[in-house]
């Protein structure tokens, strides 16, 4: 299967500052991104989908203005978690998909907030 | 409203079962069934996947069963190994909907 790859793989950061996650599709060219975010023991619960060159569309109830998505060419989008908080502590993983139907997921990235 | 509802919540087998997991979906427009594999601090893989137009579909030891009428799917993992112990999620494509998972525990 194709590739996807994550970085960081884990990150530490204080209250209020911001973190910049990328994900990489590194052996095809993903028209489309999906953002998840995965509490413990939980399934993935999708926070937005990305179209190379366009705005992401958010699901509801994720603040866009907090989230930042950009998928600015067809192997790299980045999420920022912008101020970030305790509770924005998660397991967040993307994937991606080409112009097949298959969809192939990073290894995701650990944030912690302190 | 879940698009998709994944049961059981958990599974305990025995190595050499057979282990199954089922999903039912609501959506009629969805055309794409896939089945993830994730192990803990890592990103689901692809396992196997299905279209509506065929019933079934065998990958070594799991195989999809797919009753449209019903609106359900299911993973058989045959001949189960304590390496297959994961949580499995099953998936929709529409909006990529995935179910709530089930954590497989293969005893040896």
Known sequence: GAVVSQHPSWVICKSGTSVKIECRSLDFQATTMFWYRQFPKQSLMLMATSNEGSKATYEQGVEKDKFLINHASLTLSTLTVTSAHPEDSSFYICSARGRAVEQFFGPGTRLTVL | ?108
């Open chain 2, 1 to 108: 409203q879940q698009q998709v509802k994944q049961s059981p919540q958990s599974l305990i087998v025995q190595k050499g079962g057979i282990s199954i997991i089922n999903c039912a979906y609501e959506n009629t427009a969805f055309d794409y069934f896939p089945w993830y594999q994730q192990f803990p601090g890592k990103g689901p893989a692809l396992l196997i996947a299905i279209r509506p137009d065929v019933s079934e579909k065998k990958e070594g030891r799991f195989t999809i069963s797919f009753n449209k009428s019903a609106k359900q799917f299911s993973l058989h993992i045959m001949d189960s190994q304590p390496g297959d112990s994961a949580t499995y999620f099953c998936a929709a494509r529409g909006k990529s909907t995935f179910g709530d998972g089930t954590t497989l525990t293969v005893k040896p």
